[in-house]
């Protein structure tokens, strides 16, 4: 089970950290997507970091403005997103894949909580 917090309604320029926590599996062998989908749009890989090694990807549209982060002690990804866009609002998903790969495609991942919403507004 993966369970999503910490989205919110936030002003342009601001900050949000979103919080994946994880139970049922064992998550230190998995990676952790975030994904995101907004109003009439598809779902769209957001970053990933991989399990073992710790190797995280972006999209270009959040490089520099957020960051992944992930601690196997309490079974929990972060997402720290800072100077937020109102094009960053959507339903922010985490996911995890078995075979610990950091990747993009949500096709990659087989576990899925329900989703935060994120909304930047003013």
């Known amino acids: 089970q993966l369970v999503e917090s910490g989205g919110g309604l936030v002003q342009p320029g601001g900050s949000l950290r979103l919080s994946c926590v994880a139970s049922?599996?064992?998550?230190?062998?998995?990676?952790i997507g975030w994904f995101r989908q907004g109003p009439g749009k598809e779902r769209e890989g957001v970053s990933c970091?991989?399990?073992?090694?710790?190797?995280?990807d972006y999209a270009e549209s959040v490089r520099g403005r957020f960051t992944i982060s992930r601690d196997d002690a309490k079974n929990t990804v972060h997402l720290q997103m800072n100077n937020l866009k109102p094009e960053d609002t959507a339903v922010y998903y985490c996911?995890?894949?078995?075979?610990?790969?950091?990747?993009?495609?949500?096709?990659?991942?087989?576990?899925w909580g329900r989703g935060t919403q994120v909304t930047v507004s003013s």
């Open positions: 049922g599996f064992t998550f230190d062998y998995h990676s």
């Open positions: 970091v991989s399990a073992y090694d710790g190797i995280t």
């Open positions: 996911a995890a894949d078995p075979w610990g790969r950091c990747s993009m495609l949500p096709d990659q991942y087989n576990k």
